[in-house]
């Protein structure tokens, strides 16, 4: 049976790497009580604390943490018609937080997500370990089966080529969840009281041309490399759809890492996932992307960027093209969808203006 | 869904490549008794070979694999090329087989574990080629597949392969093993899961299964490096087949699967000097990876 960590005073590193160049990205609608117990492993670092739902609210952080907060009358203020591309009521508005950051690495974190244990009981820090994925490389040309081979005491196996041992810049790094798995509603309808108990003590690098489903619970990425990729979709008030925002960012991203060769990790870190929403409430959220994903999954697994998308931006605009292109058909929410894509670069480009004519990869 | 494997639609298929099988068969005995056995000789090793009683086996050695395949073609099956004779040669649908330096491992909690069973398990769940499931096998005890995961594609695929890893010494290559000398693996990595289509991996040949009646025919120890020795670090041989069939996999729509089971390899031979026969191995994989990166088969295939 998992539990969460509670003695986490002890495990806090001595010296918290890349503290000025790491944001923690929250999305909040109620309060932050769950940061006490991340204190050790949080309080070095500057935290962006997103706002959803009622901007009248006040969100208490608890003391001691460097934070800027935004509700939907900042967002507003801040990207005036711009904010459209923003969702609101739905933690896909989080990605704001990743625009207005002005730091390489950004990790994000649910606030019903708590300090998970190891198999000996000892607290993980998740941060420490998603610096640790997100600072070795990846190897998305050959699968090595024991997996990380920039891991602790491991490497590549026999027969793995040597010329492709330096692997490749890793910019996300997919963390798990002990506890309440990230199922969709209809396997939580099915099996409610399945826990996911099983610690799996491995990190690897997804497959160049394959697809995954990335949530957003326990994530962490290089802002500078792949940054304008992680928008979160148009999701919540308003919108016929709802739990894809993670989803749609995910398959974007891995189509523009696969395109300008650069890497995804899953695996460790795990956290302790606490709160299981609602599966009726799901259902109903999810209930069109269940079909629709039958037809986006093909788009993605065809799509193919031209070669003169050498940049994140670039290759963005270029898949909100497609998109309107191939899956308007499937519902006139892709138009809207792909509108707001290109807004959101926009948007991105005005509020991060020297990364933006930046050679940020190279397509492959 | 899982199909069900019945005992006598599998064989196990063991390389012999010395010549005292006791405590290797004793060690495993609580796996392989319920199951037919073959054990083929080295044709090279000199020595009678020494098994101990009370299993169903059949014993092939140099004049059977002479008697089958002719003389000039028997070299293909020396070494540790010598138990894909045992796949020629077997009748049975499965095939398990695992080198004869390695044991049962245990598992972190203490327990032996039943790798016949688990590579059992892995063929007979399907596999998930086209779309990565983060919670790995969704078939496993306490998983499933996530949210994203496209309905459509759960049902799956049949597995064809099962590629087990080890415990103790892991299958590196002589240059890292003779680096790292005193590295031993001893991460249990509590997991299975499908390698994605198109993906590359080398199949290493210390412990793995097959459905042999959909790919036997593409494990062919076709490549032999010139000074292929007796150690594994000095062979390239199942890494070669193992793209074969990763290929024909892809092609076929077939899946393979990596992770559990583990063995325990033991401590044999020399990284240093097994270096410089295994270089050659090494640079030729440079130039293979690219061949089987870009082969495409043809849809009569």
Not at chain 2, 8 to 15: R, Y
Request: charged residues 25%; aromatic residues 12%; contains cysteine.
């Amino acid at each position: 049976m998992a539990e969460p960590a509670t003695a986490t005073q002890a495990a806090a590193p001595a010296v918290p790497q890349l503290k000025d160049e790491l944001d923690i990205v929250i999305p909040t609608i109620r309060n932050l009580d769950f940061l006490e117990m991340w204190r050790p492993f949080f309080q070095p670092y500057h935290l962006i604390i997103v706002q959803d739902g009622d901007p009248s609210k006040t969100i208490k952080v608890p003391d001691g943490f460097d934070y800027e907060l935004y509700n939907r009358n900042d967002i507003n203020r801040i990207l005036g018609p711009k904010a459209s591309c923003i969702s609101f009521k739905d933690s896909a508005c989080r990605c704001f937080g990743y625009m207005v950051s002005k730091k390489k690495y950004i990790f994000t974190i649910d606030d019903d997500c708590f300090v998970a244990k190891d198999p000996s009981g000892k607290a993980i820090n998740a941060l420490e370990q998603h610096i640790k994925n997100l600072l070795s490389p990846s190897t998305p040309f050959f699968f090595n089966t024991l997996y990380d081979p920039f891991r602790d005491c491991a490497d590549f196996v026999r027969g793995y080529p040597f010329s492709l041992r330096e692997g490749v810049p890793t910019v996300v790094s997919h963390g798990l969840w002990l506890n309440i798995p990230d199922y969709d509603a209809p396997t939580q309808l099915v099996k409610p009281l399945e826990r996911n108990t099983r610690f799996v003590d491995a990190v690897l690098t997804i497959p160049k041309g394959t697809l995954f489903p990335m949530c957003g619970m326990n994530l962490a990425f290089d802002r500078e490399l792949i940054g304008p990729a992680m928008y979160f979709g148009l999701m919540g008030d308003g919108q016929p759809i709802g739990r894809y925002d993670d989803m749609w960012a995910g398959w974007c991203t891995k189509v523009i890492c696969d395109h300008l060769g650069l890497g995804v990790k899953t695996g460790l870190p795990y956290i302790y996932h606490s709160k299981a929403s609602n599966p009726f409430v799901n259902l109903r959220k999810e209930y069109k992307g269940i079909f629709w994903q039958e037809e986006i999954i093909p788009f993605f697994q065809q799509t193919v960027l031209p070669k003169d998308c050498t940049t994140v931006q670039k290759c963005y605009i270029e898949l909100a093209k497609q998109v309107k292109e191939k899956l308007s058909k499937v519902d006139p929410y892709f138009d809207k969808l792909a509108e707001a894509m290109v807004t959101w670069i926009e948007a991105w480009d005005e509020l991060n203006p020297t990364g933006s004519s930046v050679t940020n990869g190279k397509a492959k | 869904m899982s199909l069900a494997i019945k005992d006598d639609e599998v064989d196990i298929v063991i390389g012999a490549l010395r010549s005292d099988l006791t405590t290797f068969m004793n060690e495993w005995r609580p796996m392989f008794s319920r199951f037919h056995v073959i054990i083929v000789k080295d044709p090279d090793l000199k020595e009678e070979l020494k098994i101990p009683e009370g299993f169903n086996l059949d014993v092939y050695g140099k004049p059977d694999i002479d008697q089958v395949v002719g003389s000039s073609t028997s070299i293909l099956f020396s070494g540790y090329s010598c138990r894909y004779f045992g796949y020629l040669v077997s009748r049975k649908k499965y095939i398990i087989s695992v080198d004869d330096d390695c044991l049962p491992a245990r598992d972190p909690k203490g327990f032996l574990v039943d790798a016949v069973a688990q590579h059992i398990s892995n063929l007979t769940n399907p596999a998930t080629p086209f779309f990565f499931n983060t919670l790995y096998d969704p078939y496993a005890e306490g998983a499933d597949f996530v949210r994203g995961y496209p309905f459509s594609l759960r049902g799956g695929v049949k597995c064809a392969l099962s590629c087990g890893l080890w415990l103790n010494l892991a299958d590196h290559d002589a240059p890292t093993q003779a680096l790292k000398a005193r590295q031993r693996n001893s991460r249990y990595v509590d997991a299975v899961m499908t390698v994605p289509a198109r993906s590359l991996i080398p199949i290493s040949g210390i412990n793995i299964a097959f459905e042999r009646e959909a790919v036997g025919p593409a494990l062919v120890p076709a490549l032999r490096l010139a000074g292929e020795g007796k150690c594994r670090w000095e062979t390239m041989e199942d890494i070669w087949s193992g793209l074969c069939v990763k290929i024909v996999c892809d092609h076929l729509g077939l899946g393979v699967k990596t992770g559990l089971p583990y063995i325990w390899r033991t401590d044999r031979g020399d990284p240093i000097a097994s270096l410089k026969k295994e270089w050659e191995g090494v640079k030729l994989m440079e130039e293979v990876i690219p061949f089987f990166q870009s082969v495409r088969l043809p849809r009569e295939a």
